[in-house]
Nanobody, 119 residues
Framework: QVQLAEFGGGLVQAGGSLTLSCAASGRTFSSGGMGWFRQAPGKEREYVAGILWSGSIIYYTDSVKGRFTISRDNAKNTGYLQMNSLKPEDTAVYYC????????????WGQGTQVTVSS
């Protein structure tokens, strides 16, 4: 049973930083990749960033480019999302997801962690 667990959410002032972690258990991922999504109240879920387990970064949504950095540590089976220069509009529940193939849909999802950015 694959499980993803997010850590690192919280409350931060605008301009601040947070790092989210996503620890995978139940399977060692050697192919495919990990992504971060977010959903703000009343809005659709948004794909924020994606990375392959090989290390290739495949996606950033335009609104986070230059501020967020996605990375992974294969040895720890863990992915990260470093978020800098946070804005109130970044407030959302952030979810990590994993897939076993670069072309597959994200199959595994974490429970989500709240990120709140105050102005």
């Amino acid at each position: 049973q694959v499980q993803l667990a997010e850590f690192g959410g919280g409350l931060v002032q605008a301009g601040g930083s947070l790092t989210l972690s996503c620890a995978a258990s139940g399977r060692t991922f050697s192919s495919g990749g990990m992504g971060w999504f977010r959903q703000a109240p009343g809005k659709e879920r948004e794909y924020v960033a994606g990375i392959l387990w090989s290390g290739s970064i495949i996606y950033y949504t335009d609104s986070v480019k230059g501020r967020f950095t996605i990375s992974r540590d294969n040895a720890k089976n863990t992915g990260y999302l470093q978020m800098n220069s946070l804005k109130p509009e970044d407030t959302a529940v952030y979810y990590c997801a994993a897939r076993t193939s670069p072309l597959a849909k994200y199959e595994y999802w974490g429970q989500g962690t709240q990120v709140t950015v105050s102005s």
